[in-house]
């Protein structure tokens, strides 16, 4: 409980232009970032660079930034979307560099923001099948970034409750998103993970 207040009180500082703020929240989180940006760029300098930036947006947008959920998971989301938009334009140019292709890129981020879009619509329906508890625990963890124990202490029961209800809400995503094959088990795999 301490942590989120402090995290309460650092972004009130952070929002306030506060730079030993930013400085204590850049030291608190930066090398955990840097492993969560390696884990997808696999490249340890543009992992370092990648947390950098995010955390340059972070003070830029300071005044305007919304943060509903910890200011963690906020962090290692930034820094996921930002790993995840570097491979796929690194990907795009060297497909495009190697074919020699010139390729609209216009149709191509329509038909994805549909093809999200349906994602989006198959994870809340989904969602909507988890049992109560079930749904509880799976956000815990996944959208809030609390560990096991944490959850376990939060919602006074066991860890193993804690593993049961994580296995079967996994189970129930991985089923909704097997027709989308390799797609589906990426997103299951690198945003809920």
Known sequence: ?????????????????????FDRLFKQ???????????????DHLSRDLV??????????????????????????????????????NSRMSFEEDAGLNVPTKNNETESHY????????????????????????KLSRHEGLSHKEIAAKLDISTKT?????????????VALKEYGAIGFFLLFNFFT
């Open 115 to 138: 093809q999200m879009k349906e994602l989006h619509e198959v994870l809340e329906a989904a969602y909507a099948k988890l049992p109560a508890r079930c749904l509880e625990v799976f």
């Open 52 to 89: 950098q930036d995010v955390f340059m947006d972070l003070w830029k947008r300071r005044e305007s930034i919304d943060i509903e959920l910890s200011l963690k998971f906020f962090l290692r989301r930034a820094v996921i979307n930002r790993s995840l938009s570097t491979i796929r334009k």
């Open 1 to 21: 409980m301490e942590v989120q207040i402090n995290e309460a009180q650092l972004l009130q500082k952070l929002k306030a232009g506060d730079q030993s703020a």
């Open 29 to 43: 989180y930066y090398k955990y970032l840097v492993v969560i940006a390696y884990k997808y760029v696999k490249d």
């Open 162 to 174: 804690i593993e049961n209800q994580m296995t079967k809400a996994l189970k129930i995503i991985r």
